[in-house]
């Protein structure tokens, strides 16, 4: 019993804010889970498909005019056909991404689908920032509420479900606001997920994705086309994702404001949690999360949530490595190497050849250019570094690793607080600090970090490791924003001095350079030394075919742990000299787009060639860092009068698309090479 009438108000109020959040987010579980339990690897850009519908219903609405003003059978209509019109959006935009990244690669690469629907949600949030700046209410260079910062569609529509409270018009003794649209979120959840529930039991359509879901093979020697049951899945999921952005901007009158690849990962979560397949388990599932959200929020603390989500979310995948559904089996492992991510066609001579070319260029590129011009090229150089240590996990251990970036984080942010005289930990070691120990310790963190993730992981699945590893990323990230009295919170920590090796303080940009130039150096040939090694061979084994690398003596476990550790390291390496030589490091520094951006230099390149990696890494970071702002001022200059389509001449605010593009067409054309 509650010890008092306010305690019992407080919690039925929490009660009531959980069970509605969750049922907002059920909506959105219940086409993640008509999908994945079809093809049984996640879209990540699922999310996207859920914000931009969203975007569109509250487009059409204030484009319309609707508003409760008209008369309900009026107002009736209208909202219907707009449903519908969500419903048609979701469901053609989840085809063709089913058309564009998981039918090139079925049956080929359960790697390339995560990695090309990853692709394909960076495009996703280029169309929302472009979509944002065609809405009546963008005013040019004046509207953005953080300077600088793309912003994604935020319009708000009039309340055009009632919200009047029921305890008070019911007459009720409860200390409780439960609102009529509270009910109605609750209510459209519910029938929702037994309407898909029936659908999936009683139609043929349902049968025949529940047949090819649980065997593909069987399914076809029955019968049934098993591609026209997977585009009706995900025709059938997108239309469930429009339904759900419709209600979504019902209730909340605005559009879902979280775009990208990792905004669907709760409502993956609850798919897990509720049984793959089960619209009913998702709805109960979501649901419990909301309610443990609403709780964390006001025991705890709001900040703390998000990651305590997240760890829900990797708990479930570690626990159950073969998923949490009764009826994924253990077949479904995967023991051998992806050959369409981290095979090389075998030519790479010319790759050698150029890269001898860069080498020069770099050695002499101080007395070449000034010092912007080697800073930059700098920052290059610490992606060059990141790429070759992902190249390890990727290219040889066949592991994909969607929070990469987080060693790099950890490698930072340790010797930020080592250089850092006014923090905890730099206040009790005598300053300046040696780099060389800052190197030591922040590589030391940095392994340990990936042998950790390695051990936990160790049994998981290519993509449930991929998924695992996307969350843990989002976790460290809030942890770093959270922990503020140690990493400074959402601003990071700045001002840091410059390296300092035996008493020789490292000022110079050109000194610096070429600090990171040589630990480039020396890691790209510790790289292929390894691949050579008995060890690489040992990696190359294991991602081959984990069976038969067992069966000759290979430690398939401990080799795995071990590629970790040694990618986490590499990035501690970049980390140091990240935060030595910028003096600065923020949470941004460990955010999904830089793992994203790592994996598409590693592609690029070529999975598992250092030459490939190193000029994958140059390519792109450097259409990044260097290209872009140019080209940008270049077009700002040559603009004419008010001659603009949305971000279409600010080339800074196209670079998703392009980054997308680039991630996409390179998993492709590597698809189609293999094929």
Partial sequence: MCDS????????????????????????????????GTVRTLNLAHGDVFALTSVLVITIINGVGVNPTWSPPMLIGALALILIAAMIFGATLNVIIEQAAFKPFRGHSRLAPLIATMGISFILYQVALIWRTL????????????????????????????????????????????????????????????IVHLILRRTSMGRAIRATAQDTQLSQLCGINPEAAITRAFAFGGALAGAAAFIFALYYARPFGNHGAQSGLLAFTAAI???????????????????????????????????????????????????????????????????????????????????????????????????????????????????????????????????????FGVGAYMAAMLTNKWSGLGAVVPQPLDFIIVLLVSVLCAATFGAIKGRLTLRLRTDYLAVVTLALGLLARQVFINMRDFTGGVGGIAALPPPTIFSLTISNAAAQYYLVFGLV???????????????????????????????????????????LTVSSAIAGVAGALYAAVFAYVSPDIVDFHISAMLLAMVILGGAGDVAGSILGAAIIAGYDRLIIPRLG?????????????????DVRGASYLSFGLALYLTVLLRARKKQ
Wanted: hydrophobic content about 55%.
């Fill in 135 to 194: 809405l009546p209410s963008w005013v040019k260079f004046d509207h953005r509420s953080v300077p600088g910062l793309p912003e994604v569609p935020f319009d708000r529509i009039p309340d055009l479900i009632p919200t009047f409270d029921l305890v008070r018009a019911l007459g009720l003794p409860l200390n409780v606001t439960f609102r009529f649209n509270d009910l109605f979120i609750l209510i459209v959840a519910i029938l929702c997920a037994l």
């Fill in 273 to 407: 949690l509720g049984g793959v397949g089960s619209p009913i388990g998702a709805v109960i599932s979501a649901m419990l999360i909301g309610v443990a959200s609403s709780f964390s929020d006001y025991f705890l603390a709001a900040q703390w949530t998000p990651a305590l989500l997240q760890v829900l979310l990797i708990g479930l995948m570690i626990a159950r490595p073969t998923g949490i559904a009764s009826e994924d089996r253990a077949e479904d492992l995967d023991t051998k190497r992806d050959s369409i991510m981290t095979t090389l066609s075998g030519r790479t001579q010319w790759r050698r050849r150029w890269l001898w070319g860069v080498i020069l260029l770099a050695a002499i590129f101080p007395a070449l250019f000034g010092i912007q011009w080697q800073v930059l090229v700098t920052g290059v150089g610490v992606f060059i570094l990141l790429a070759l240590g992902l190249n390890v996990l990727l290219g040889l251990a066949g592991i994909l690793d969607l929070g990469y970036a987080v060693s």
């Fill in 5 to 36: 009438q306010l305690g019992c108000g407080l919690i039925l109020q929490l009660l009531v804010y959980g069970l509605t959040n969750g049922a907002v987010l059920a909506l959105n579980a219940i086409g993640v889970t008509v999908v994945y």
């Fill in 633 to 649: 001022d270049v077009l700002a200059f040559l603009q004419l009068g008010n001659i603009s389509l949305g971000y279409a001449p």
């Fill in 521 to 563: 150096i020396v890691i790209a040939l510790a790289s292929r030394q390894m691949i050579q090694s008995r060890t690489g061979r040992a990696w190359l084994a294991s991602s081959e075919d984990e069976t038969a690398a067992e069966a000759s003596g290979v430690n398939v476990a401990n080799h795995k742990i071990l590629a």
